[in-house]
Nanobody, 114 residues
Framework: QVRLVESGGGLVQAGGSLRLSCAAS????????MGWYRQAPGKQRELVAG???????NIVDSVKGRFTVSRDNAKNTVYLQMNSLKPEDTAVYYC????????WGQGTQVTVSS
């Protein structure tokens, strides 16, 4: 069983920055992929960024150049650095990891005001 604890969400003005963190605990097995999804009101949950254990990253076009995903394997932690935030980035952001199956965090609210 893997437990994910997210932090770093909040309210920020457009153009501002936030850094999300997600720490995984409870597993002695190597975490394969880690990533972030988001879900805006009335919309489906969508992938934002993912990172493999070898460091390969995948970032969706809508945030490319503004968001960066990274991980600290020693700490089993994944980060999402979000710069130049826009109101359309407002959503609940969920951490996601794949070990033996997919695990989800509880979600953290990010609100960007115009």
């Amino acid at each position: 069983q893997v437990r994910l604890v997210e932090s770093g969400g909040g309210l920020v003005q457009a153009g501002g920055s936030l850094r999300l963190s997600c720490a995984a605990s409870g597993s002695s097995v190597s975490i394969k992929t880690m990533g972030w999804y988001r879900q805006a009101p009335g919309k489906q949950r969508e992938l934002v960024a993912g990172i493999r254990s070898d460091g390969y990253t995948n970032i969706v076009d809508s945030v490319k150049g503004r968001f960066t995903v990274s991980r600290d394997n020693a700490k089993n932690t994944v980060y999402l650095q979000m710069n130049s935030l826009k109101p359309e980035d407002t959503a609940v952001y969920y951490c996601n990891v794949f070990v033996d199956r997919i695990y989800w965090g509880q979600g953290t609210q990010v609100t960007v005001s115009s």
